[in-house]
């Protein structure tokens, strides 16, 4: 069976690199945005350290995935047990069922052909070929990964022909390089764009391309008297400035591409108008914004006792202890965007100085939304009720 599987698999590499061009053709006509909040992968790509990313995507990732979906090319028995059981792992992580199905097919193939080499290697071609397509599944939408799955075909059909005419580990190679293209050309190691110069209200700064590789230490800023913004996606950037709004936020950027935003003001005595320095970026850096009007679950804010919670400003001698207290609404906006619910603030309480609650801003992961319903009605009399509402989301789109 090793010389039949060297010498009878051409037309995988020509059906593999035809059906890439075709998806990436359909890719193109069929082109949907599709937004970071909605995209697993640039999700995980904005949050992560950005070498460890690129260990992850360039070299771990290719070198289990090969083994788990090509190494039963080495054909030993043991390496066909070894594919079947770690790519069935991918497979049942993104669905039991199809994992299931995955699993039973690929062992009938193993058990009932193992003495038909052309049978063999034809069924355990197109089972891992579905099964790589399909552990692929989580990277998108529906609607984009159907559009997207001539691509993963494609490669499939190519790393599997490299395994079988040469050894898996240049299937590694190649799928590492494929890899690593990818983000290379979607603007993670390179940084791609112009610099900014932002000038035109009460503050100057700059926004500035850079690696997703790049890392700066510090908590970001953006509000006061400055806004300093590092390795952030051009559309986020937008979404943070226009952080008070009370319509739902999605972004859709082009390619892994980062920005650093670092502004201040001319006069210190003024906070930065974040409005004027959003609407700039809007003008100066190919950003499009429309909206969606939508039925969702919005979270109504209400505080039984204002009095308890207010802060009262004739306790402060010092002009910037007021400046430097905390609004309410800051706080309520970051618990919304840290658990992604929408929560909607009465205008009298908008603005509103508040004592120090600070332990709100930062959330840990272990606390659950409800948990956090619990200790603001207890603690400070502060209701979020749910409540079906007509809502606008913000759609900000990066153009190119």
Known sequence: ???????????????????????????????????????????????????????????????????????????????????????????????????????????????????????????????????????????????????????????????????????????????????????????????????????????EGSLKPVSGLYSKKGTDNYGGYSANISKTMLPEIISMLEFDSDYKIKTYPKGYSFYNLEVKTKDTLNKIDLKALSEELKRKANIRIDTLVELREVYHLEIKDVDIIKLNEDDFSDLSDIKLSIELDYIIKTIGRHYDKTIRIPDKYKGLKIIDINKFLNITSDITFEQTLKDLEKEYGITLTPKPTKIKTIRIFEEI
């Open 1 to 203: 069976m090793k010389s039949y599987l060297k010498k009878n698999n051409n037309w995988l590499y020509v059906s593999g690199i035809t059906l890439y061009v075709l998806g990436i053709i359909l890719s193109t006509i069929f082109d949907k945005d599709v937004s970071m909040e909605d995209n697993p992968i640039i999700g995980m790509i904005s949050q992560m350290n950005g070498w460890i990313m690129l260990i992850y995507i360039a070299v771990i990732a290719p070198i289990l995935e090969e083994i788990s979906f090509r190494s039963w090319t080495v054909n030993k028995k043991w390496t066909k047990y070894l594919s079947l059981i770690l790519s069935s792992i991918f497979l049942l992580l993104a669905n039991p069922y199809i994992g299931g199905i995955y699993f039973l097919s690929f062992l009938a193939v193993i058990v009932f052909l193992k003495n038909k080499p052309k049978p063999t290697l034809i069924s355990l071609i197109l089972i891992t070929t579905i099964g790589f397509t399909l552990a692929h599944i989580g990277n998108f939408e529906r609607d984009i990964f159907l559009i997207s799955t001539p691509v993963y075909i494609g490669i499939t059909f190519v790393f599997t022909y490299i395994a079988l005419r040469y050894k898996l580990r240049y299937s590694m190679i190649a799928h590492a390089l494929y890899n690593f293209s990818l983000l290379l050309l979607g603007g993670f190691i390179i940084p791609f764009g112009n610099s900014i110069i932002l000038n035109e209200g009460n503050y």
